[in-house]
């Protein structure tokens, strides 16, 4: 045997070891992820990942969500290089939405079945933290039963400085206004190379962590993203998980994490390379093995298309997200993949899967044990805007609102 195959023979050991250790539960080091990561056969690692799932629900229940992105404002101060959404202060296609239009789109949401709002919005420079407690007191007043998973650090910093007050209070103020969880919204890529480099004026990872570690600590948990393919390197998307779980293994407030593939239309990265489907899929595996004090881990078919959305359910993912009756930002830059309540559950279900609707806790509302139990509303279907509409496209009602 040459000294190259003994390598292999015990690469291949090592991996098995780990793959196995994993599986049962045990922890694996940032190294190990890694080495999962770049050199794990595809096969073993999707099945230790998906042993992990089925420990953690021996139901075979996957989780589905009805919710609506609303975004009060497109102008932004912060003009992140991958984002196709934002128009800067003063810009002719700049738009803000009054408390009526929010209010008028939570309206149509909860009419076709939602149980969640993500409002979300550029860094608006007069933004402080009196205008999320009126926005937020104001849908929590007529839609007691939305619970509003919204913002992130992102906006929490921006709001804090604008209002002159720390962290900590904008969090309690907009806690008490009625923000129920904090949505995982401009995580990017944490580690600071790769974050620089596509977002130069962002706050840092470590700045985006903080906010979130003390919104666990004052009782508002959140969920954790990643934006993968914008030219970072394996090593760094394995940092960014690092980053993450030592937060958690304080907090314990991240309730799922949700990688998803930059979107390279209408932005300043153009010849980015973007995420391959099998990059994603090894990493949500990868998550998945990683993150054993996460309980969730969702699939983002908006951006890498329904089938490798579903291919992901065979690889660690519970929760296939919500059905998004509006969404902007993503699309914006180039995500039109659509899908209605139908065909979310027929694609859990013949993922040989049991299909459940959730709420932000992950309360499961209804499970749809046999066919018959299906849900049949046709007009729960994805509505987006792949461009800025002027104004924002207020006043239009939700069918108007087209990938077209
Ligand atoms: S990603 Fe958010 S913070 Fe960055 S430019 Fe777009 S709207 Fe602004």
Known sequence: MSPSTLGTVTETRVISEILQRAADGGRITPEEALLLYTDAPLHPLGEAADAVRRRRY??????????RNINYTNVCVTACKFCAFYRAP???????????EILRRCAEAVELGATQVMLQGGHHPEYGVEYYETMFGAVKAAFPQLAIHSIGPSEILHMAKVSGVSIEEAIRRIKAAGLDSIAGAGAEMLPDRPRKAIAPLKESGARWLEVMEVAHTLGVESTATMMMGTGETAAERIEH??????VQDRTKGFRAFIPWTYQAENNHLKGRTQATSLEYLRLIAVARLFFETVPHLQASWLTTGKDVGQVALHMGVDDLGSIMLEENVISSAGARHRSNLHELIELIRTADRIPAQRDTLYNRLAVHWTPEDDPTDERVVSHFSSIALPGGGAGRSLPLIDAK
């Open 58 to 67: 021996p139901d075979n229940v996957v989780t589905y969500l009805i919710d």
């Open 90 to 100: 003063k810009h002719a296609e700049g738009w803000t939405h009054g408390t009526d």
């Open 241 to 246: 998980l690092r980053m993450i779980r030592d």
